[in-house]
């Protein structure tokens, strides 16, 4: 079944404990990229990669560090997480970017308190 | 920041009728799409228009598409209360590679 995995789907930490929300996709997509969703602002953009060893910043970049080592996985690290990056998190992947469909994982919602 | 805007932010109309959301967005674009989320859950892809198009359909749904005006609409016909849930549309913004997120319009359907 085409999916697209997040782990973990829940997770509270506290401020300043390195974490790593793991994404993983077995379409063979070469576009992975990270969005952050909170009430009233929408799905934004933090991280996208084009392909193995290509990332680039999407809108809300600061905080995050991101790694394309291996086509299937984009995982999304937060070195020294705040209060302000609780949020829901969603990882997608397409084909062509913007240009195909996006398939979305199931979330992960980060507590940081 | 290139973010669409859809409007209304919510509706409620009761099963039967037709909804029909807007989006609005600010740069020139290759295509639009359409997504719909159910409660904190993934989006799920509804339809994609090209910028050379100026109407789809998929089943119930229709999109139009208006690049003078950079706008979108989706129309949800005969709608039912499983089309309950937030409805957005993201653009492909022409020499970037992003996928640019509307802030949704909540849909609720009484039976």
């Given amino acids: 079944e085409a999916q697209v995995t997040q782990n973990p789907r829940y997770l509270i930490t506290v401020t300043g404990k390195k974490l790593t929300v793991t994404c993983s996709q077995n379409m063979n997509h070469e576009y992975m990229?990270?969005?952050?969703?909170d009430p009233g602002l929408g799905l934004r953009q933090i991280y996208y990669s084009m392909n193995v060893e290509v990332t680039d910043k999407g809108d809300?970049?600061?905080?995050?560090?991101?790694s394309r080592k291996e086509k299937r996985n984009f995982p999304l690290i937060l070195e020294s997480p705040s209060p302000n990056q609780t949020s829901l998190y969603?990882?997608?992947?397409?084909?062509?970017?913007?240009?195909?469909?996006?398939?979305?994982?199931?979330?992960?919602?980060l507590t940081v308190v | 920041s290139q973010q669409g805007e859809e409007?209304?932010?919510?509706?409620?109309?009761?099963?039967?009728?037709?909804?029909t959301m807007n989006c609005s967005y600010k740069t020139s674009i290759n295509n639009l799409?359409?997504?719909?989320?159910?409660?904190?859950?993934?989006?799920?892809?509804l339809i994609l228009i090209r910028s050379n198009e100026r109407e789809k359909h998929s089943g119930r749904l229709r999109v139009t598409l208006d690049t003078s005006k950079k706008s979108s609409s989706l129309l949800i016909?005969?709608?039912?209360?499983?089309?309950?849930?937030?409805?957005?549309?993201a653009t492909d913004p022409y020499n970037t590679d992003k996928l640019i997120f509307g802030t949704g319009t909540r849909l609720q359907v009484f039976p």
């Fill in chain 1, 33 to 37: 990229s990270w969005y952050r969703q």
């Fill in chain 1, 60 to 66: 809300v970049p600061e905080g995050y560090k991101v």
């Fill in chain 2, 33 to 45: 799409q359409w997504y719909r989320q159910n409660s904190g859950r993934g989006l799920v892809h």
């Fill in chain 2, 7 to 19: 409007d209304p932010q919510a509706l409620s109309i009761q099963e039967g009728e037709n909804a």
């Fill in chain 1, 90 to 109: 969603f990882c997608a992947s397409s084909l062509r970017g913007g240009r195909t469909e996006a398939f979305f994982g199931q979330g992960t919602r």
């Fill in chain 2, 77 to 89: 016909t005969a709608s039912r209360a499983a089309d309950t849930a937030s409805y957005f549309c």
